[in-house]
């Protein structure tokens, strides 16, 4: 990197702006708590739930969490950004604080979860929608990889955390995850910024924004066919995600390998990911997005082309995992970013349909990529998304490539009656 850059690492870490830095760390410090959607079906069986009923708790949680993304969308375009978080993790304290007290009472129970899931999922369109407008233009792309590698480093961190907690009481997990939401909550009341360009009064220029309704929004969403290029290709790429991430370790014991060969797997992936890539998007924001997206998803479908020889080597784990990694750093903050991209009249509800169909996406993809690994087996599973994965990268060109910018027309000189040729 030349010294001449804005784009390297430690350039943009010191240009990032101190309120990007407060929001960042309270996503960390909200994601180091999150334990509902990994830890509930262990511990509503460990309380002697049936593993059904734990089941529906868990998909109760993720109904909540796809409206959580759409209601985010709209509290944060009426409201702002800090406002909507504040709001909803002062609500999501109690609620998942609660869960054990209610644990036996099922209908009770499966409404505190699905309000849980909601409220949780509801502070996310918020918190992109506040690093796109804290974040300097020239450095987005990098604020949406920190923002991911914040999450994941509280995702990796989290079941550490988790395994100390269960020891001690199990009760305790999500007493220590609604401290975490209300801690988030306070940080983000003082800390965050009051006003926001969100509830369109004005840009950052101080150019007025006409207000929009929903209705006009969203009809502009539907017309809009590059935006709704991008949606499927990340409705596939997150399908694809969810559903590899399910069969991963079934296929691994199904070929005969230890489990630990899985757990090696994981910790790879998010050391690789945690430390590799603000220095991978340094060099991704160089290149158009579409490139991004689309090399990116290639990338991904050679490691699920490895993976389907597990069968043959533990080695095609291991690099499948790298390439694996690889393609989401390579696609992942550039697609990230998009959205926030757009005018800020449209931008919160932009984000939160992103948000609601990645949602609708997770939910469906084990389940569905569980099935065709049963029906079909390893290597036919593995090869279904390595081409679903190609597809998406090949609507990425389309979705994320910017139209031509028309060529102002010059406007003919008025002829002067009289004058001679």
Known sequence: MTGDTRTGVFAVLRSTPAPVRYLLGGMLVNQLGAFVQTFLILYLTFRGTSVGFAGVCLAAYSVGAIFGAMLGGELTHRFGGRATIVTVMTCAAPLV?????????????????????????????????????????????????????????????????????????????????????????????????????????????????????????????????????????????????????????????????????????????????????????????????????????????????????????????????????????????STAAHPATFPVEVRSRYIATKETLSGVAATLGPILGLYLWSEFGGPAFWGFCAVLSVIAGSMHIYGLKQPPVPEPVAEPEPEVVGERP
């Open 97 to 333: 604080a609660s869960i054990p007290l209610v644990s036996g009472t099922p209908p009770l129970l499966l409404a505190v979860i699905a309000l849980s899931g909601l409220s949780i999922q509801a502070y996310r369109p918020a918190a992109a929608v506040l690093l796109a407008e804290l974040m300097p233009e020239e450095h987005k792309v990098m604020g949406f990889s920190m923002m991911r590698i914040a999450l994941n480093m509280g995702a990796a961190v989290a079941p550490l955390i988790a395994a100390v907690v269960i020891q001690v009481n199990w009760d305790l997990l999500f007493w220590l995850d609604g401290a975490t939401a209300a801690l988030w909550a306070l940080l983000a009341f003082v800390l965050l910024p009051k006003q926001t360009t969100t509830r369109h009064d004005a840009e950052p220029g101080g150019t007025p924004v006409p207000a929009l309704s929903a209705r006009e929004v969203y009809g502009k969403l539907i017309r809009d066919t590059r935006f709704l290029c991008y949606l499927v290709a990340g409705v596939f790429g997150m399908m694809i995600y969810a559903g590899s991430v399910a069969v991963l370790p079934l296929n691994i014991v199904a070929a005969g390998h230890p489990v630990g060969l899985y757990s090696t797997v994981l910790v790879i992936s998010s050391v690789v990911l945690i430390t590799c890539e603000l220095k991978i998007t340094t060099y991704i924001v160089r290149i158009p997005k579409y490139l991004a997206g689309l090399f990116g998803n290639l990338v991904s479908a050679v490691a699920f082309t490895l993976y389907g020889l597990i069968a043959q080597h533990p080695f095609f784990v291991v690099a499948g995992a790298l390439l694996a990694v690889s393609g989401l750093m390579i696609h992942g903050p």
